[in-house]
């Protein structure tokens, strides 16, 4: 079992940055490949960015490349989603996922583990 926890989000201003951590518990993080996740009101939860297990691979969504980029420290059993210029369509619940495959999932159905979330609101 792999427990995770978001931290960082918050109401930033458009044009503003942040990094988003996600820290895990209960298993070692370089196991798995890692995802982050964004769900806005009444919206389906997408795909944001992911990073393979031994983070030699990043992907990333059409709607955030050259903006955001993920990192991962398994010394620190840590990932970070690192957000640069940033308008209101990022607002949004971000979620951390690990999943078992050790390829880059880009689907909701390739993770095992969720975390709970953490909320960025940008104001325009």
């Known amino acids: 079992q792999v427990q995770l926890v978001e931290s960082g989000g918050r109401l930033v201003q458009a044009g503003g940055s942040l990094r988003l951590s996600c820290a895990a518990s209960g298993s070692t993080l370089s196991n798995y490949s890692m995802g982050w996740f964004r769900q806005a009101p009444g919206k389906e939860r997408e795909f944001v960015a992911g990073?393979?297990?031994?983070?030699?691979?990043?992907v990333c969504a059409d709607s955030v490349k050259g903006r955001f980029t993920m990192s991962r420290d398994n010394a620190k059993n840590t990932v970070y989603l690192q957000m640069n210029s940033l308008n209101a369509e990022d607002t949004a619940v971000y979620y951390c996922a690990a999943s078992r495959w050790r390829l880059v999932g880009t689907t909701t159905d390739r993770y095992d583990y969720w975390g709970q979330g953490t909320q960025v609101t940008v104001s325009s």
């Open positions: 990073i393979s297990w031994r983070g030699g691979n990043t």
